[in-house]
């Protein structure tokens, strides 16, 4: 049974974040969905990820390719993935059910603390979650790094 991680971004925006936590779940050996709401705001999002520094080349796609069960990360608007994903980071309040976090080694929650109906969204996410049954994580860089501030 997997976990959600909820991550409140407050110090580095969701471009900045999200390559570091892809990293750390490539680390664990897991292919990864990025789960969005918005095909043009995922495209931005893969843009955004060949643009790195060469040395932390991140091998991806975009969903509705030729290769997307190959892809180790895929990213998509849609709730299903063709990857066969162990890890969901789910981002712009994408939709995550309890289902999910049950079956997957991991669901990441990365909302934006500076907009009050994404903390309000993802507050609901965590109370749904953790009502269901669901083990949940909570972490913030308010300090300036990361911190866990609450488990359930």
């Given at each position: 049974?997997?976990?959600?991680?909820?991550?409140?971004?407050?110090?580095?925006?969701?471009?900045?974040?999200?390559?570091?936590?892809?990293?750390?779940?490539?680390?664990?050996?897991?292919?990864i969905a990025v789960r969005g709401?918005?095909?043009?705001?995922?495209?931005?999002?893969?843009?955004?990820?060949?643009?790195?520094?060469?040395?932390?080349?991140?091998?991806?796609?975009?969903?509705?390719?030729?290769?997307?069960?190959?892809?180790?990360?895929?990213?998509?608007?849609?709730?299903?993935?063709?990857?066969?994903?162990?890890?969901?980071?789910?981002?712009?309040?994408?939709?995550?059910?309890?289902?999910?976090?049950?079956?997957?080694?991991?669901?990441?929650?990365?909302?934006?603390?500076?907009?009050?109906?994404?903390?309000?969204?993802?507050?609901?996410?965590?109370?749904?979650?953790?009502?269901?049954?669901?083990?949940?994580?909570?972490?913030?860089e308010e300090s300036g790094r990361w911190e866990k501030k609450?488990?359930?």
């Amino acid at each position: 049974m997997g976990a959600a991680y909820f991550y409140h971004l407050t110090q580095r925006p969701l471009e900045e974040t999200l390559p570091v936590l892809l990293d750390k779940a490539r680390g664990a050996g897991w292919r990864i969905a990025v789960r969005g709401r918005d095909p043009e705001r995922m495209a931005w999002l893969d843009d955004r990820l060949w643009q790195g520094p060469e040395e932390s080349f991140r091998a991806h796609g975009l969903a509705g390719g030729p290769h997307d069960a190959l892809q180790p990360i895929l990213l998509t608007a849609r709730p299903e993935a063709a990857n066969g994903p162990e890890c969901v980071m789910a981002v712009d309040g994408a939709a995550v059910s309890a289902e999910e976090v049950q079956a997957l080694s991991r669901v990441c929650i990365l909302f934006d603390g500076t907009d009050p109906e994404a903390v309000q969204h993802a507050r609901t996410q965590w109370k749904a979650l953790t009502d269901a049954g669901c083990s949940a994580q909570y972490w913030s860089e308010e300090s300036g790094r990361w911190e866990k501030k609450a488990e359930k």
